[in-house]
């Protein structure tokens, strides 16, 4: 069964940097799992934030970036601001029309 | 504005059946896939199927083989869900998404409608 890791949690100063990493518990995440990157804050429905391992989606500020670093997909958060307090997911596309979230990152900006 | 906006939900005992609905408006209904995402109480999202455009494939989690359907209408700019046999464990809030199958992703969400299925 394919297990997609996320760190359960992490912290980051305002103004800071912070990258959360998105993996496989059997292989490497490469540029062909097409990852995107999802942010949720209770009681809200996801925004998509990336898309295609680096892609920004429409209206997302240039301080969220996403890549792959070493076997893993990676989501950067330059900058952080308080309302990027939020709960942080990775998809990665398995094929055949499957896709498998990741269990989370809660963000916690302090 | 484009939009998605997600109804049916409710409370149904275990092993009964419900049937979510979704709208679309603002975008071309048609010439999109579409996806149901759920989400159980303090837990994280979870995939639960996909249609292309046509409804040529049609895709699901392991978990709900056999039990869910989904299905569109695409005259009446509408994604639905038939949820049959259902368990505790399905209670969660449902969100309709957007699915682009040009990098297999989400692009647009719905708020969601919440089931509860009560053991």
């Known amino acids: 069964q394919t297990v997609v890791t996320q760190e359960p949690s992490f912290s980051v100063s305002p103004g800071g940097t912070v990258t959360l990493t998105c993996g496989l518990n059997?292989?490497?995440?490469?540029?062909?799992?097409?990852p995107s990157w999802y942010q949720q804050t209770p009681g809200q429905a996801p925004r998509t934030l990336i898309y295609n391992t680096n892609t920004r989606s429409s209206g997302v500020p240039d301080r969220f970036s996403g890549s792959i670093l070493g076997n893993k997909a990676a989501l950067t958060i330059t900058g952080a601001q308080a309302d990027d307090e939020s709960d942080y997911y990775c998809?990665?596309?398995?094929?055949?029309?499957?896709?498998?979230f990741g269990g989370g990152t809660k963000l916690t900006v302090l | 504005e484009v939009q998605l906006v997600e109804s049916g939900g409710g409370l149904v005992k275990s092993g009964g059946s419900l049937r979510l609905s979704c709208t679309a408006s603002?975008?071309?209904?048609?010439?999109?896939?579409m996806t149901w995402v759920r989400q159980a109480p303090g837990k994280g999202l979870e995939w639960v199927s996909s249609s292309t455009s046509s409804s040529s494939s049609i895709y699901y989690t392991d978990s709900v083989k056999g039990r869910f359907t989904i299905s569109r209408d695409n005259a009446k700019n509408s994604l639905h869900l038939q949820m049959n046999s259902l368990r505790a464990e399905d209670t969660a809030v449902y969100y309709c998404a957007r699915w682009r199958g040009n990098y297999f992703h989400m692009d647009v969400w719905g708020k969601g409608t919440t089931v509860t299925v009560s053991s």
């Open positions: 998809v990665v596309y398995m094929g055949s029309g499957i896709s498998v």
């Open positions: 603002g975008f071309t209904f048609s010439g999109y896939g």
């Open positions: 059997s292989g490497s995440v490469s540029t062909s799992y097409y």
